[in-house]
């Protein structure tokens, strides 16, 4: 655009332009000077900000996670860990993950599946306070059957932020889905729209609450709390910007899918070994 | 304990263990609900002030006020289910315009300075008059209403009908807006398969308006008595003309809905099914029911052109019955929504509590205000005219 | 235009220029800043303190548990096991540190965005299950579902109620010896001079003159030198054993173990039919005992050529709870008479080298 005007119009005003814009670029050089003297030397490499995060530029990230749900033990440990890492409420209700069970039985074409607010689980824990599943099919005669992790999938449009009436849950730079919990109303408009489920309310505080992918942990290095306990490696996480990363090698070396996939919202956990009933 | 959920809600198959926690209670089934009345009631006095059909004459400014009082409450059922409702205008501060909740405070701020000022330009030569003749506190806030201006010449009410015709015909797209709106919000949740429809805010729209005649058809009925003038027939019957109009039209799109719906076979149809057989089946009865019933008994009322008690009877009855129908039809909408499991492979049962902010209590509280409010502003503005009244009394 | 209309635009005028100069005066600075949110948010978020910290940071301290783990099935990368520190103990959090974090409704009235993250988390360094069987039956009871190459018992045919850490050291969770001694090293021929003792019950060479008593050539000198201890401290009752291993001092009893763990057992007839039915009950008893009664594991006895009495009145006593033993108290107790019978037949006639 700025070329094509650029040639239509007249010299002299094309000179008086272009002076003009010279002393635009002095005086931002200038401005710029005076603003690195003042501020930290980080915001000079680029002069669009970025949050102030130790030792982490989000321009230079780009997160994924990955599911193997053929490796998965249905331990929960990664449900216990994230409950703990993140002060989720400790009940069978409300999770930031959490884990599904698919059972098969001769003979039968739906699965049978059940999760952690299943009553006959929650029994088995002995109360919503702790995790496991019962062992209800041992005696069965069972076809088939895995267990699959489900999380917050960060997606790429995410429908909760779409519907977030006050710009409380957005997306990072780095493809994260955040929640301000200092900025959220509380009407569970985005509880409503994630397809997943992968959102619920904290009560406690009177706003919603999900998975961040420990963005406070990925931020410093670590992996998020639910990959690092993971005694099996069915879950993997990192940054798709880097080619050797667990998730790169995860996402090139295996057939992914996403769930439910025609909501449009393109998710970023990628699954491997799941079902037609899964989503 | 804190952060824990009294009650979660039980189901069958299976959900996501998040969804047993039910986001939307019965509190955000009265607010749409109340939005409905406020438009069902705003597209009466249009019907007089813009379309100038003149049976409508002595219920147009009373339907205004009712819209208004209802107006003033659409908000509380929200601002009671917020998890912070101190925090309620970050969604007016910086509003998220791809989010269709956050258009709710333009939207309704927007309609209620519209219908104030609609209201003010019907009244405000009565304001006037009043400002003169009454005393003391009642005569000082008349005065402060007429803004200090007693002209009441031909000429400035030429000018008043002039903005007030403009802003009725303004605000019949925004009250229409103001429902759509509230449609798109339930129609574009495409996570939900009993919501996620292209008819929803037209659905939403209809019912709306039907529900709004119902009101002012059972509040007209209500008023005569305590004003002990009998209700005039020529409204009656045009409110039951424009019932009959609308509803027929209400029955026809969702019955098409419906039929789509389980004609397509898509995915989840199943479970729609279980979901009308199941958790909502008596909502579906009544709002069916309902619908249906006033529809034959319009039918009969106009065909059979019955006048006198019959027909305010019958007219209550219909009235009475539309309100019920379209509650039901809410009630149907956001809860049937949420005991459908976004997994399509369970149904929860959404229990409502009793007491506590989200409960039945307060919805009844909540309900019963706009009526308390509407009471009050007519004996402070009084929408009949003074003429008919003593014509009929002597 | 008349008075009214002109005051009431006035009044919309002024009301729409507070509305706005509120807005923007209410509106967060860092609004905006990378997109329609709060920008500051970002970093509060990230700046959150991990309870989770890594191998490393337990490490440091416990270098032996450490090292245990570290060459145990537990950390087998190559196969991608990962059972981390805090996979079993939960999260670290400030642990060591004795100051104590704000409680939840501390945090609350702080009003610090850390109240969002409310303290239900389990305490530092403990997992919120308890740590006994609770928490290896998490991974490792059989349950439809889990993927083949997960290590899976069923539970009641494996060890009953038994404890996991009774043959499992969690840190290193192959079967494990560490709660014994090394196999004692004591002097056969000093034990066979204090063997006279035991000739009179035990037999010449260890092997028993009464079915009622248990052989004792051949045995594992562990078990040996184990019972001797258990009898001398009160642990095991036995009227005649009490007394005798009362007298014995520590190098006694490895003397005697040695030497009896030396002699040569030999088995006892049997009738085939019931010993054919004690072997198809043995499944149970083989995971510890070994699949002919010759265990690998010297804390355990050996049962091949062991006398039928003494087996099926040992079984007995488990199994009532005179002597209790925390596997053994367990699986008797899923035994019947019959069954008993049949494995002490199984057993006494099989052979024992």
């Known amino acids: 655009m700025d070329h094509q005007d650029e040639e239509k119009k007249p010299k002299a005003e094309n000179a008086l332009r272009r002076n003009f814009l010279r002393a635009v670029g002095v005086g931002a050089a200038c401005a710029g000077a005076w603003v690195s003297k003042t501020l930290p030397a980080k ?8 949050p102030d995060i130790p030792g982490y530029d989000w321009r230079k990230h780009k997160w994924a996670f990955g599911v193997d749900a053929t490796r998965c033990i249905g331990c929960l440990r990664c449900v216990e860990a994230c409950k703990a890492e993140n002060g989720v409420a400790r009940d069978a209700h409300h999770f930031r993950t959490w884990v599904e069970r698919y059972v098969y039985l001769q003979g039968d074409d739906q699965a049978h599946v059940d999760s952690q607010s299943e009553p006959g689980n929650i029994a088995a824990s002995g109360s919503e306070q702790a995790f496991r599943f019962d062992n209800r099919y041992q ?9 699959v992790p489900k999380l917050c999938n960060h997606c ?9 009436p006050t710009g409380a849950t957005y997306q990072t730079k780095d493809g994260v889905v955040l929640i301000d919990h200092s900025y959220c109303i509380g009407c569970q408009y985005c509880v409503q729209a994630c397809p997943y489920g992968a959102r619920e309310f904290n009560h406690a505080m009177g706003v919603t609450d999900k998975c961040t992918w420990c963005y406070h942990r990925i931020t410093k290095g670590l992996q998020p709390a639910c990959v690092e306990v993971c005694p099996v490696e069915a879950r993997v996480f990192g940054d798709r910007n880097d080619p050797e990363s667990p998730i790169s090698r995860f996402i090139k070396n295996n057939r992914v899918s996403v769930l439910k996939p025609y909501t449009g919202n393109a998710p970023n956990v990628f699954y491997v070994g799941i079902d037609k009933e899964v989503s | 304990m804190i952060g824990t959920l009294a009650k979660a809600a039980p189901y069958v198959g299976y959900v996501y263990p998040n969804e047993t926690d039910i986001p939307w209670s019965v509190l955000i089934v009265i607010y749409p609900y109340i939005t409905g009345l406020v438009a069902g009631a705003f597209i009466v006095s249009s019907l007089y002030h813009v379309f100038g059909m003149s049976q409508f004459k002595p219920v147009a400014r009373f339907a205004l006020l009712t819209a208004v009082s209802f107006m003033f409450f659409v908000p509380m059922p929200l601002l009671f289910h917020l998890g912070n409702p101190q925090r309620a205008f970050n969604a007016v501060l910086t509003p998220h315009w791809t989010s269709a909740m956050s258009a709710f405070s333009y939207v309704a701020g927007f309609y209620v300075c519209l219908l104030l000022l609609e209201i003010w330009f019907a009244f405000r030569a009565d304001i006037v008059a009043l400002a003169k003749t009454k005393a003391g506190l009642a005569g000082r806030i008349y005065r402060l209403l007429s803004l200090g201006s007693d002209d009441v ?5 030429a000018i008043d009908h002039r903005f007030a015709t403009a802003l009725a015909i303004i605000g019949i797209p925004s009250a229409g807006g103001l429902h759509g709106y509230v449609g798109f919000l339930f129609g574009s949740v495409k996570a939900r ?14 019912s709306a308006i039907v529900s709004g005649i119902g009101l002012l058809v059972v509040l007209y009925v209500a008023y005569s008595k305590a004003r002990k003038v009998p209700a005039d027939e020529s409204v009656l019957m045009g409110l039951a003309k424009t019932l009959w109009a609308f509803l027929l039209v209400v029955l026809l799109i969702e019955g098409l809905e419906l039929l789509e719906m389980f004609y397509k076979r898509l995915e989840g149809i199943d479970a729609v099914q279980r979901l009308i057989e199941g958790p909502i089946r008596y909502g579906m009865l009544l709002q069916w029911g309902c619908s249906v019933g006033v529809l034959v008994l319009l039918s009969v009322l106009i065909l059979a052109k019955v006048r006198g008690r019959l027909l305010v009877v019958g007219m209550t009855v219909a009235g009475i019955a539309m309100m019920i129908g379209v509650l039901a039809m809410r009630w149907n909408v956001v809860i049937g929504g949420q005991e459908l499991s976004k997994t399509t492979k369970g149904l929860l049962t959404y229990y409502p509590e009793i007491l506590g902010h989200e409960g039945l209590l307060a919805v009844a509280i909540i309900f019963l205000c706009p009526f308390v409010v509407l009471w009050l502003i007519t004996r402070f503005l009084s929408p009949w005219e003074p003429e008919a009244g003593k014509e009929v009394s002597s | 235009m008349p008075k009214h209309i002109v005051r009431l635009m006035l009044l919309v005028a002024v009301a729409a220029a507070a509305a706005l100069g509120a807005k923007a005066y209410f509106t967060d600075k860092s609004y905006y800043r990378y997109g329609h949110y709060r920008g500051d948010s970002v970093a509060e978020i990230a700046g959150d303190t991990p309870r989770f910290r890594g191998n490393a940071y337990c490490k440091s301290c416990h270098q032996k548990q450490y090292a245990a783990w570290e060459g145990s099935p537990h950390n087998n990368p190559a196969a991608g096991k990962h059972v981390v520190c805090e996979v079993c103990h939960g999260p670290v959090g400030p642990h060591p540190s004795t100051v104590a974090t704000p409680s939840f409704d501390e945090r609350i009235a702080l009003g610090s965005r850390a109240a969002v993250l409310t303290d239900k988390g389990a305490p530092s360094g403990q997992s919120s299950l ?10 490792h009871e059989a349950m439809p579902g889990r993927p083949s190459a997960q290590r899976q018992v069923a539970l009641a045919a494996h060890s009953g109620t038994a404890e996991c850490s009774t043959c499992h050291d969690p840190h290193e969770p192959k079967i494990y010896f560490s709660n014994l001694q090394a196999p004692p090293k004591g002097n056969v021929q000093a034990g066979k001079t204090l063997a006279a003792q035991c000739a009179a019950c035990h037999g010449p ?12 050539a051949g045995q594992h000198a562990g078990y040996l030198l184990k019972s001797l201890q258990a009898f001398k401290a009160g642990t095991r009752a036995n009227e005649m054993m009490s007394g005798m291993a009362a007298g014995l001092s520590d190098s006694d009893m490895e003397n005697l173990a040695a030497y009896f763990s030396g002699e040569s057992c030999k088995k006892s007839a049997g009738d085939p039919a019931l010993a054919a039915l004690g072997k198809a009950r043995s499944n149970t008893c083989a995971l510890c005992h070994g699949a002919a009664g010759v265990g690998g594991n010297p804390s355990w006895p050996n049962l091949a050529g062991q006398n039928a009495s003494y087996l099926t009145a040992s079984l007995k006593s488990f199994r009532s709870g005179s002597r209790s033993h925390p596997v053994m108290t367990s699986v008797a107790k899923t035994l ?18």
């Open chain 1, 43 to 50: 915001s000079l490499a680029d002069e669009t900000p970025i």
């Open chain 3, 130 to 139: 308890p740590r006994d069987k609770t928490l290896c039956i998490q991974c």
């Open chain 3, 205 to 216: 060479a260890g092997h028993s003159v009464n079915p009622e008593w248990p052989n004792l």
């Open chain 2, 193 to 206: 398969e009993w919501w996620s429809s292209d008819l929803m805010p037209i659905i939403f729209l209809l």
């Open chain 2, 153 to 157: 010449s031909s000429r400035a009410l």
């Open chain 1, 139 to 147: 005696n069965a005669p069972v076809e088939k059957a895995f267990f």
């Open chain 1, 156 to 164: 790429t449009h995410p429908a909760c932020v779409q519907v977030c």
């Open chain 3, 336 to 353: 019947s008479d019959d069954d008993i019978d049949r494995l002490a037949v199984f057993y006494a006639s099989a052979n024992c080298k």
